[in-house]
């Protein structure tokens, strides 16, 4: 079939219909949201709230215009107690009740949820602005937990005008602070681990000083046990003392001392000439 337009009409033989001119615009007009300003249908989260806002801008979907000229609050259902859900916020143009607007799609609960489909038929069309990730238990929305869906062409995109160029700043401003809130909880958990790795060696060092002071004191308690014992022999003279030992050592027939494990008794043992004079013989007597 063949369609033209648009022209006078006479004698009303030409009437146009509203997807007429839907037509003409998407001829030339994609669908997505304004290039300018770059917070254009933004989601922002509402500080201490389940609420976010959309802010002020304008979209196109296939030929219908959608006009927001003020912050648009949406209110967001309260978290599950057990399951986490992932709740999708969507520009809808819907041809049953003849009319575009934004709207919360909620997710389906699950530990590990995902966002619900876009409905894209004869009934509606819908492009996603943002997901938002509702943890079980959640009593607030951060900006921390919204995934910016704009930039995403296969979700939403930006329409085609060749005046404007693409402004990124708050898409940028967006992930930076993203990349921000991330450093600090990485910062956060290296600082934490550092700190019981510093507990854990400083305990580790004060048990191994605590291990050398009794090993110290073991070993100072056998010297002197050991010096009780010979402190009578080392008098003034000690080296008086101990030449004389050595020299009773070396005169002596059986200098040498060992205690038989046989019959428990201690021998002195040495050698001695045999009767011929012309040998060693070996001898030992109990002490």
Avoid at 158 to 179: A, E, G, R
Avoid at 213 to 234: H, Q, R, S
Wanted: proline content about 2%.
């Amino acid at each position: 079939m063949i369609k033209f337009g648009m022209f006078n009409s006479i004698n009303g033989d030409r009437r146009y219909k509203a997807d007429d001119f839907a037509q003409y615009f998407a001829t030339f007009i994609g669908n997505g949201i304004f290039v300018k300003p770059s917070d254009c249908l933004q989601v922002m989260a509402i500080t201490n709230a389940m609420k976010v806002i959309i802010r002020p801008g304008k979209a196109w979907v296939n030929g219908y215009y959608l006009i927001n000229d003020a912050d648009h609050t949406l209110n967001i259902e309260t978290s599950d107690t057990g399951l986490n859900r992932i709740d999708r916020i969507v520009i809808r143009l819907d041809f049953l009740q003849r009319k575009m607007s934004v709207e919360v799609k909620k997710g389906a609960l699950s530990a590990s949820p995902v966002a619900p489909t876009l409905k894209r038929d004869a009934d509606a069309y819908e492009l996603a602005l943002a997901d938002i990730y509702i943890a079980k238990g959640a009593l607030t929305i951060t900006q921390a937990t919204i995934t910016d869906t704009r930039l995403n062409n296969n979700l939403c995109g930006y329409m085609h005008n060749p005046i404007y160029q693409v402004d990124t700043t708050s898409i940028f401003n967006q992930y930076q602070s993203w990349f921000n809130n991330y450093s600090v909880t990485k910062a956060n958990e290296f600082s934490a681990w550092q700190n019981n790795v510093t507990t854990a060696l400083e305990a580790w060092i004060d048990g191994q000083e605590a291990h050398f002071n009794a090993w110290m004191a073991a070993e100072k308690g056998l010297f002197y046990d050991w010096f009780a014992t010979i402190k009578d022999i080392l008098d003034t003279n000690v080296a008086g003392n101990l030449y004389q030992l050595i020299e009773e050592h070396k005169n002596a027939a059986l200098p040498h001392k060992f205690s038989d494990t046989t019959d428990n008794k201690v021998y002195k043992y040495g050698f001695k000439t045999n009767s011929a004079k012309d040998g060693l013989i070996f001898v030992y007597e109990e002490v």
